[in-house]
């Protein structure tokens, strides 16, 4: 880590400020991600928020201590199955008689409770391939060292 | 009294002239972030909250953290001051063919335009009646277009792996096994 922010973790205001707003980004990546059909936002942007959180741990307390907390292992597989959960949603809506990414039919009793549930878990995939793609990115600049 | 739209109008074009005049990168890079939240700002005046919401993300968050992550892998100043004629032209020649565009469109927030007439009624109308849910936008990006979106996911998702091929080679998991 031989960026210059990556400093901040000798200073002491950075650190303890950091600490305590992680928490909220994190929190706040969830509200956007699950309120998403109520507010302004969804899987993309909640996706980008929830991972700056990561982000800005990673810059104050090291890119090593991040890793340990979220490793290449998990970020590869989130990536991936995010991208395969938005894909399944229309594969089953599929098996339910109904149309490729049709979520009416996901709930037989009910459909506008099926249209919710297929929205909230492709916004769900979205959300996990942004977060986990975004950090993927980080990790791959932030990894390397200076030529 | 100046609208508040012309004072962040004109904030960004400053932001824009410091940034294209600044040899120190490591600068240029954080009035990017400053430009992108500039925008964002415009972006919730004009209604668009899902942009706005995005462009303070990425734009601001983001990428400028990843371009401050190339400035540490590479320089931090401009070494050669490279002539600055030819990209003053392309980029007034650009600029102009774009305002020469914009007298084509109709006013912004006409709603007899024809883009208000097409498939936006309909958008508006059933996403109360079909889904019954405020957000239009997740409405569209959900359901009406959740073909594009899953495309868009797929994007994202080729951009990672493409990062991760380029950048990350050698390292990530069988790096980690070894340390």
């Known amino acids: ?147 | 009294m100046i609208p508040i739209e012309f004072l962040l109008l004109a904030f960004l074009a400053v932001t824009a002239i410091v940034i294209a005049r600044l040899d120190y990168l490591f600068a240029a890079a954080m009035l990017t972030g400053i430009f992108s939240l500039l925008s964002a700002g415009l972006f919730t005046l004009m209604d668009a909250v899902d942009v706005a919401f995005t462009e303070a993300a990425v734009g601001a968050g983001v990428s400028t953290v990843l371009m401050l992550g190339t400035l540490s892998l590479t320089v931090r100043e401009e070494r050669e001051r490279p002539s600055r004629i030819l990209p003053f032209v392309i980029v007034f020649l650009t600029g102009g063919a774009l305002f020469w565009g914009t007298l084509e469109m109709p006013a912004y927030g006409d709603p007899t335009a024809t883009i208000h007439q097409y498939l936006a009624p309909d958008y508006i109308a059933g996403t109360e009646a079909e889904f019954g849910i405020p957000n239009i936008v997740t409405a569209i990006l959900g359901s009406y277009r959740g073909f594009d979106t899953l495309g868009e996911t797929a994007v994202i998702f080729t951009a990672a792996l493409g990062v991760m091929a380029l950048l990350a080679s050698g390292r990530g998991r069988r790096g980690e096994e070894k340390k």
């Not at chain 1, 200073?11 to 707003?21: A, T, W």
């Not at chain 1, 507010?39 to 990561?54: E, K, L, W």
């Not at chain 1, 039919?105 to 959300?127: K, R, T, W």
């Open chain 1, 1 to 147: 880590m031989k960026i210059p922010l990556m400093r901040m973790r000798e200073k002491l205001v950075v650190r303890v400020v950091s600490r305590f707003f992680i928490p909220f980004i994190l929190l706040f990546g969830l509200y956007v991600q699950f309120h998403g059909d109520f507010g302004p936002g969804g899987g993309f942007q909640a996706g980008v928020i929830f991972t700056s959180g990561f982000v800005l741990y990673g810059l104050v307390f090291g890119l090593e201590n991040l890793q340990r907390v979220v490793p290449w292992r998990v970020v590869e597989s989130g990536a991936s199955l995010g991208l395969l959960l938005y894909g399944c949603v229309g594969i089953a809506s599929l098996f339910l008689n109904g149309n490729f990414l049709d979520y009416k039919v996901l709930d037989p009793h009910d459909a506008m409770h099926g249209l919710h549930l297929g929205i909230l878990l492709i916004e769900l995939g979205v959300g996990l391939t942004v977060s986990a793609s975004m950090l993927a990115i980080f990790y791959a600049f932030a990894g390397r060292r200076t030529a």
